[in-house]
């Protein structure tokens, strides 16, 4: 693999630095849960250096033609935009693999036309939105949402969508849905990570997430079909994906194919694969820990190398201080 006879061709100069938010990120899960050895069996690097290495290594590969989409376009906001090339090269979509330069390499694999987004369960009128639906049913606006990692890095990415809100109304929720489950595809010809239960980072596929319907239906809830005014890239969790921008990066899932609406909080990957570390809600929290890190604050990737990224103090609700009454009468470090 490339890993193991990478040489860095460049010199190692602003980019030969990690930080300890880097450093502590996922990848610790995975050696304890065992992984590393066989990891590095596969050549597979592990630890900081990945994360560095992963940094510059590279360039982004835009395999598929991105559609211009027609939208209303956003206000300019007080953060400056992530560029594009970082949006699509710096990710976490462990269906291709667990370093986050493996979405932009291997991604293109996914065919994502046709598509069938299908929303059923507890619902009055099933719907399947086929792959020009998803561009055409409803009205496209663009929202510029800050984007939070759980690993303590975010961005600030300009998305395309419409509320899912929108999309829950036609399908007539019942009044037993309490909670919307969420699938990713699972196509294990196109998806490395599939194939190969180290090369996806041990997770039982198909990738899973879950709302309650309260949060579901919340304005700020979108269902991106694109960003920087075009079609998704597939690294990017082509060609519909969530976004959530007040809960922790890893609850905007990707590459939907099913919307299911259910009487029972579902199970989301995460919160199986390591439940003392991630829980359902994934609410931004600064003043609540990750057992191996701190949330207090992040490092906001902006046009600069690792050196010129800003620190910057976290802010509970990723900022988005208008949900905070969906969880008024809860204890927030046991709802984690
Ligand atoms: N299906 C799927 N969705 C996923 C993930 C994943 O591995 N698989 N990673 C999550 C995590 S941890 C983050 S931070 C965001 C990253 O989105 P981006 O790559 O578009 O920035 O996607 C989330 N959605
Ligand atoms: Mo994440």
Known sequence: MARKTFKPSVKLTENDV?????????????????FVGAGALLGQSTGAHAQLFDWFKEKPKIDKTLEALTYDAATPTKDTLTPFEKVTSYNNFYEFGTDKSDPVQHAHAMTVDPWSLKIDGLVENPITLKYDDLHKRFPLEERIYRLRCVEAWSMVIPWVGFELNKLLSLAKPLSSAKYVAFETLARRSEMRGLKNRFVGGGIDYPYVEGLRMDEAMHPLTLMAVGLYGKTLPNQNGAPIRLVTPWKYGFKSIKSLVRIRLTDKQPPTTWNILAPQE????????????HPRWSQASERRITSGGLFNQERIATQMFNGYTEVASLYKNMDLSRFY
């Open 18 to 34: 990690t930080d300890e938010s880097v450093f502590n990120d996922r990848r610790a899960l995975l050696k304890k849960l065992g």
């Open 278 to 289: 991630y829980g359902f809600y994934a609410n931004v929290n600064p003043n609540v820990d």
